[in-house]
C-alpha cells in the first residue's frame, strides 16, 4: 500500500511538473505568432498633448542631471518633475539648479519622516503637485503624465509614438506601455577594472535583460493588447491624467504600496474601466545590471510585488469591466510566482526517480538509456527548453538582425539558464512574504559601482 | 506505460455563460464540492480508472485488431492469436487520470467567482477531460502500432518515448486551449444582466 502510495504521489508529481510545461508551452506558441506578424504603426503629433515626466530620485546624482538635460533637449515642451525623495547625495541641489533657470523643470520634494516610502507613495506626491500647478480648466484628457527612471532615456520619437492613432489617439486608451530597451547593451567592459571572464558574464547578463524586455516581455504584451490587460512597467509608463484621477476617486491615490506598484496601477485602471494599451514602435532605454546579485535583487522584489498583487485577483474575477480572457490571463501572471514555487517541488521529481532507478537497477537502466531511452531526454530538452530558447533567435531577428542567428541560439539557450533565476527569486520572495517584510533598498546604479573618474 | 510481451493471455495477467442574477451561490457551491469530489475520485480510484481506460483502449482498437484488456489489471493486449501479441501496462505516469485532475482543480477554482455559470464550467472541463482521453487512447494505439510494425523494443521505444510523448504534450496543450476558449466565450452574468 505504502509503495502504491508512492508510485501514486510520484505519478501526481510528474502530471503536475507535466501540466505546467504544457502550459507554459502553450502560452509562449499563442504569444509568439501575433508578436512576429505585429508590424509599425504611423506615429501621431504629440502636440495636443501636455506632457508631464514624473523622474522618481533617491541618491541620483550620479545620473539625474543628464536625464534632465535628455529630457528637455528631446522633448523641449515637456514638463520634467523630478521627485527627490529625501536624497541624501546632492541630487536636490542639483534639481534645484536646473529648475532655478527653467520652468520648464519642477521640484517635488519629499522630506523624512513622510519620505522613503516607496515609489508609488513619491508619484503621489508629484501627481498633487501637477494637479495644483495645472490651471482648473485644464483638458485633463489631454494631460499625459509619463513616468520615467532617473536613468531613463525616452526615444525622440516617443510622444510622437505614444500620440498615434491606435494610442493616446484613441479616446478609449487611457495608458500606454513603451517598449524598454537596454542602454548598456552594447558595453564590452561593464567592469572595467575586473577581469574577462566577469565583463563576459556581466554583458551577457545585461543583453539577455534586453532580450527578455523587447522580445518575451514584448510578445507578453502584445498579447495582452487582445486581452486587454496591458501591464505598466516602472519605466516609460504614459497616462491620461483623467484616468489617474478616476483611480483616485475609486481607490484613494492613483499609485499604491505594492512592490511591484507600477503592474498595481495598470490594475486598479483595468479595474476602473480603462484601457491599456503597448507599443514597440518606440523605446524607453534603461540600465540592464551586469551584476548578478544585483539583478537577483531586483528580481526578487518584482516577484514579491507580484504575489502582493494576487491579492487583486477577487476583484479582477468579479469586475465587469475585465473580460474573462483577460481575468484568466492576468490569473496566469499573478499566479506565476506561485507556479515556479510548486515547480521547484514537482520538477526535481522525474530527475529524482531516474537518479534512483539508475542507482537501484544500474545494468537494466544503462541498457534501457542506450537502447533508445536517451530519446526521452531528447524530446525533454526540446519541449522543456524550446520556448525559452526560441527567444534567442526571435530576439535577433525581431530587435538587433546584426548578431546573427548563431548568437541569437546561443542567447536562446542562455536565456534559458537565465531563467533558472526565478525559481531561487520566487522563494526569496515567498520567504519575505512569510517574514512580512514590505521594505525595499532600490537597485542601484551601475555608475555608483565604478570610480568618479570612470562614471559617466 | 510499460510493455511485456505476451503470450496468450490468462484472465489476471497482470460557457462564459452566464451566471443568473443571485440565484446560483448555492448551485455554484455544489459545482465546486462536484469538481472536488472527482478530483478525490480520480485519485483514489485511479487504478480502477486505469483498468476503464485499458477496457476502453481494448474496444477502441478491438475494431481493427484482435485485443483484450485484462480482467481487472490496467493491462491491454495486442495481437493476440499471433505469436508476437503483447500488452501494455497503463502506469499512473501513462494514464490520463493524473491529468485530468489538474482540470478538475481548474474548473473548482473557476467556480469559486460568479463570473461563469457551473454549466459553462462544467462543459469547458468535460471537454478538456474528453480531449486528454482521447489523446491518451490514440498514444495507447501509436504505441501498439510502432511496436506491431517495428518490433518490440524499437517500436517501444519511438511509440513511448518520442511519438508518444509528443502526442501527449500536443493533447494535454489542445485541452488547455478547449479549457480557455470554452471558458472565455460568451459573455459575463454582469454582462448579459446589463445588455
Request: hydrophobic share 45%; proline share 5%.
Amino acid at each position: 500500500m505504502t509503495s502504491d502510495r508512492l508510485l501514486l504521489g510520484v505519478g501526481a508529481a510528474q502530471a503536475i511538473a507535466l501540466v505546467i510545461s504544457v502550459t507554459f508551452l502553450t502560452y509562449v506558441l499563442v504569444i509568439v505568432v501575433p508578436f512576429l506578424r505585429c508590424r509599425r504603426r504611423t506615429p501621431g503629433d504629440s502636440a495636443g498633448y501636455g506632457w508631464h515626466f514624473f523622474v522618481p530620485a533617491r541618491d541620483e546624482e550620479k545620473v539625474i542631471g543628464t536625464t534632465i538635460g535628455y529630457l528637455r533637449g528631446s522633448f523641449p515642451t515637456a514638463h520634467v518633475w523630478v521627485i527627490d525623495d529625501a536624497s541624501t547625495d546632492t541630487t536636490g541641489q542639483i534639481v534645484a539648479d536646473v529648475a532655478a533657470c527653467d520652468d520648464h523643470v519642477h521640484v517635488v520634494s519629499r522630506r523624512l519622516p513622510d519620505a522613503r516610502t516607496g515609489k508609488g507613495e513619491a508619484l503621489n506626491v508629484a501627481y498633487r503637485q501637477l494637479d495644483a500647478w495645472l490651471p482648473a480648466d485644464a483638458d485633463r484628457d489631454r494631460v499625459i503624465v509619463g513616468v520615467v527612471d532617473a536613468d531613463g532615456r525616452p526615444a525622440a520619437d516617443c510622444l510622437d509614438v505614444c500620440a498615434a492613432d491606435h494610442l493616446f489617439g484613441d479616446p478609449d486608451v487611457s495608458s500606454v506601455q513603451v517598449c524598454v530597451r537596454m542602454v548598456n547593451r552594447d558595453e564590452r567592459r561593464p567592469f572595467p577594472h575586473r577581469g574577462r571572464y566577469a565583463n563576459a558574464f556581466g554583458r551577457t547578463l545585461v543583453r539577455l535583460q534586453d532580450l527578455e524586455f523587447r522580445a518575451a516581455i514584448s510578445a507578453i504584451q502584445m498579447n495582452r493588447r487582445r486581452t486587454r490587460t496591458v501591464g505598466l512597467g516602472g519605466n516609460g509608463q504614459f497616462s491620461r491624467l483623467s484616468a489617474l484621477d478616476d483611480v483616485r476617486a475609486a481607490f484613494g491615490r492613483p499609485w499604491h504600496g505594492a512592490l511591484l506598484e507600477d503592474y498595481e496601477l495598470s490594475l486598479h485602471l483595468l479595474l476602473t474601466g480603462h484601457r491599456n494599451e503597448y507599443t514597440d514602435d518606440t523605446l524607453v532605454d534603461q540600465e540592464g545590471l551586469p551584476d548578478f546579485r544585483r539583478l537577483l535583487t531586483q528580481r526578487t522584489r518584482w516577484g514579491q510585488g507580484t504575489m502582493q498583487c494576487g491579492s487583486y485577483l477577487p476583484k479582477l474575477w468579479s469586475s465587469r469591466h475585465v473580460p474573462t480572457i483577460g481575468a484568466l490571463e492576468a490569473a496566469y501572471y499573478l499566479l506565476q510566482p506561485w507556479l515556479q514555487l510548486v515547480g521547484t517541488l514537482v520538477y526535481p521529481v522525474p530527475v529524482g526517480v531516474l537518479i534512483y532507478n539508475f542507482a537501484a537497477y544500474p545494468n537494466i537502466m544503462t541498457g534501457w538509456f542506450a537502447g533508445g531511452g536517451w530519446l526521452l531526454f531528447l524530446v525533454y530538452i526540446v519541449f522543456g527548453l524550446g520556448p525559452f530558447v526560441a527567444w534567442g533567435p526571435i530576439y535577433v531577428r525581431r530587435c538587433e538582425p546584426q548578431l546573427g542567428m548563431v548568437r541569437g541560439l546561443a542567447l536562446g539557450f542562455a536565456y534559458a539558464a537565465f531563467m533558472l533565476t526565478f525559481y531561487i527569486t520566487s522563494w526569496r520572495a515567498f520567504g519575505r512574504i512569510l517574514r512580512r517584510r514590505r521594505d525595499w533598498a532600490k537597485t542601484r546604479r551601475n555608475a555608483e559601482f565604478l570610480p568618479d573618474s570612470a562614471a559617466t | 506505460m510499460s510493455a511485456r510481451t505476451a503470450g496468450p493471455p490468462g484472465p489476471s495477467s497482470a460557457l462564459s455563460s452566464v451566471l443568473p442574477h443571485g440565484s446560483s451561490r448555492l448551485t455554484r457551491g455544489a459545482g465546486t464540492i462536484l469538481f472536488l469530489f472527482v478530483l478525490a475520485v480520480l485519485l483514489a480510484y485511479q487504478y480502477q480508472l486505469r483498468h476503464l481506460e485499458a477496457v476502453g483502449a481494448a474496444r477502441l482498437f478491438g475494431l481493427g485488431t484482435p485485443t483484450l484488456a485484462a480482467s481487472r489489471a490496467p493491462i491491454v493486449y495486442f495481437g493476440l492469436g499471433r505469436p508476437d501479441a503483447f500488452g501494455l501496462t497503463i502506469t499512473p505516469e501513462c494514464s490520463s487520470t493524473l491529468l485530468i485532475a489538474p482540470v478538475f482543480l481548474i474548473g473548482g477554482a473557476m467556480l469559486l467567482g460568479r463570473r461563469m455559470t457551473p454549466q459553462r464550467v462544467l462543459a469547458a472541463v468535460g471537454a478538456a477531460a474528453f480531449l486528454l482521453i482521447v489523446g491518451n487512447q490514440l498514444r495507447i494505439g501509436l504505441i501498439a502500432y510502432l511496436i506491431s510494425e517495428l518490433g518490440f523494443h524499437t517500436g517501444y521505444e519511438w511509440g513511448h518515448l518520442v511519438l508518444g510523448t509528443v502526442v501527449s504534450i500536443v493533447f494535454i496543450g489542445a485541452s488547455l486551449t478547449l479549457l480557455v476558449a470554452v471558458l472565455s466565450t460568451g459573455r459575463t452574468h454582469r454582462q448579459r444582466a446589463a445588455a
